[in-house]
T-cell receptor, first 114, second 117 residues
Framework: DTGVSQNPRHKITKRGQNVTFRCDPISEHNRLYWYRQTLGQGPEFLTYFQNEAQLEKSRLLSDRFSAERPKGSFSTLEIQRTEQGDSAMYLC????????????FGSGTQLSVL | AQKVTQAQTEISVVEKEDVTLDCVYETRDTTYYLFWYKQPPSGELVFLIRRNSFDEQNEISGRYSWNFQKSTSSFNFTITASQVVDSAVYFCALSEAQDSSASKIIFGSGTRLSIRP
């Protein structure tokens, strides 16, 4: 069990550029979640997958955000035409099975949009 | 809609003191789950406990204890004999269980706990 892995750890980009983050969940965890966390706030739900199916997406998520989990293993989160308000820590988490199991979090990707 | 409120933004105590972190939640569901997570300075969120809405028994794990009171919609967390290593941000969270395939966890804004030597 190597834990949830996220890459890159840090990303600095200019406004208007596209960015993509990757998350590798714990092996055989079929649920994968994306959260966003800004300074002084709790994690905010973005979306989650059960295997390759994206089951729910937050209404707060604009059309510039898209997530995929093509083979039910790793996932990518893409932000198009980044804005300064997108600056945050993007957290990935996974859980082992259906239901309200505990989440195992990665260390996150810190995005700074200049 | 579900909501989690952690009214205490920051708490600072001297080592060995007991400290209680408050959590109040709102949900329309009768079946739900409550969680506490710890986020140390390293940044990675660590699961501490999960409690379902049908189990109001308080729980103790070492120096940690949790008091779940459905009547007041509260799920408070107490650290006994605090230690410097307990310094972290603590998050209370809630998920509804209306449908096992449609759950997500909603977090409070966190309480930053500082333990002074």
């Amino acid at each position: 069990d190597t834990g949830v892995s996220q890459n890159p750890r840090h990303k600095i980009t200019k406004r208007g550029q596209n960015v993509t983050f990757r998350c590798d969940p714990i092996s055989e965890h079929n649920r994968l979640y994306w959260y966003r966390q800004t300074l002084g706030q709790g994690p905010e739900f973005l979306t989650y997958f059960q295997n390759e199916a994206q089951l729910e997406k937050s209404r707060l998520l604009s059309d510039r955000f898209s997530a995929e989990r093509p083979k039910g293993s790793f996932s990518t989160l893409e932000i198009q035409r980044t804005e300064q308000g997108d600056s945050a820590m993007y957290l990935c988490a996974s859980s082992p099975r259906v239901g309200n199991e505990k989440l195992f979090f990665g260390s996150g990707t810190q995005l700074s949009v200049l | 809609a579900q909501k989690v409120t952690q009214a205490q933004t920051e708490i600072s105590v001297v080592e060995k003191e007991d400290v209680t972190l408050d959590c109040v939640y709102e949900t329309r569901d009768t079946t739900y789950y409550l969680f506490w997570y710890k986020q140390p300075p390293s940044g990675e969120l660590v699961f501490l406990i999960r409690r379902n809405s049908f189990d109001e028994q308080n729980e103790i794990s070492g120096r940690y204890s949790w008091n779940f009171q459905k009547s007041t919609s509260s799920f408070n967390f107490t650290i006994t004999a605090s230690q410097v290593v307990d310094s972290a941000v603590y998050f209370c969270a809630l998920s509804e269980a209306q449908d096992s395939s449609a759950s997500k966890i909603i977090f409070g804004s966190g309480t930053r706990l500082s333990i002074r030597p």
